[in-house]
T-cell receptor, first 113, second 114 residues
Framework: AQSVTQPDIHITVSEGASLELRCNYS??????LFWYVQSPGQGLQLLLK??????LVQGIKGFEAEFKRSQSSFNLRKPSVHWSDAAEYFC???????????FGTGTKLQVIP | NAGVTQTPKFQVLKTGQSMTLQCAQD?????MSWYRQDPGMGLRLIHY???????DQGEVPNGYNVSRSTTEDFPLRLLSAAPSQTSVYFC?????????????FGEGSWLTVV
């Protein structure tokens, strides 16, 4: 069965600092991988996705993620964090037919001035 | 383009009551699904559907019922509400295809069972 692990429940970074959120997945075949962001009281917004090709994926809001098959990882990065990036971030893996999406437990990002 | 629409946004139920969360999408997507979100547990799949007339159970299906009579609609029924069903519910849809299609989420439905 597919699974996703986000080892960091909560991360605090200073505004302007770089950010890396970790995500490890378990899936037998080539995975479809996603990062979503959720602001308090809101739905989920897709940041980026990977399904094939270039292992470095660019997303919205200046985020990027790198797929590393050897490490079963799909870490999210941003070179300079803005206060508006404070939110909860979810990594997810989907089966090829998109019938099922499994989410990680999320990482809450706090940005301090 | 409305995308995925969920109603109601907020609901308070008494234990034992039944209710239906509505979900509609106007993108002609084949796949639709329901998730619940609880603190520290991420989103967990309740039920999903790969097309009209076809549904299947996800990770946490107990206490919920679904049907898919049309491509557009995928209602979630709580048969006899329990406090453990207090949660935020998200409906999602996506198209079938060879490429990595985007999964669209509704805005969520906040349900409290007292």
């Amino acid at each position: 069965a597919q699974s996703v692990t986000q080892p960091d429940i909560h991360i605090t970074v200073s505004e302007g600092a770089s950010l890396e959120l970790r995500c490890n997945y378990s899936y037998g075949a080539t995975p479809y991988l996603f990062w979503y962001v959720q602001s308090p009281g809101q739905g989920l917004q897709l940041l980026l996705k990977y399904f094939s090709g270039d292992t470095l994926v660019q997303g919205i809001k200046g985020f990027e993620a790198e797929f590393k098959r050897s490490q079963s990882s799909f870490n999210l990065r941003k070179p300079s964090v803005h206060w508006s990036d404070a939110a909860e971030y979810f990594c997810a893996v989907a089966s090829g037919g998109y019938q099922k999406v499994t989410f990680g437990t999320g990482t809450k990002l706090q940005v301090i001035p | 383009n409305a995308g995925v629409t969920q109603t109601p946004k907020f609901q308070v139920l008494k234990t034992g009551q039944s209710m239906t969360l509505q979900c509609a999408q106007d993108m002609n997507h084949e796949y639709m699904s329901w998730y619940r979100q609880d603190p520290g547990m991420g989103l967990r799949l309740i039920h999903y559907s790969v097309g009209a007339g076809i549904t299947d159970q996800g990770e946490v299906p107990n206490g919920y019922n679904v049907s898919r009579s049309t491509t557009e609609d995928f209602p979630l029924r709580l048969l006899s509400a329990a406090p453990s069903q207090t949660s935020v519910y998200f409906c999602a849809s996506s198209a079938r295809g060879r490429s990595g299609n985007t999964i669209y989420f509704g805005e969520g439905s906040w349900l409290t069972v007292v």
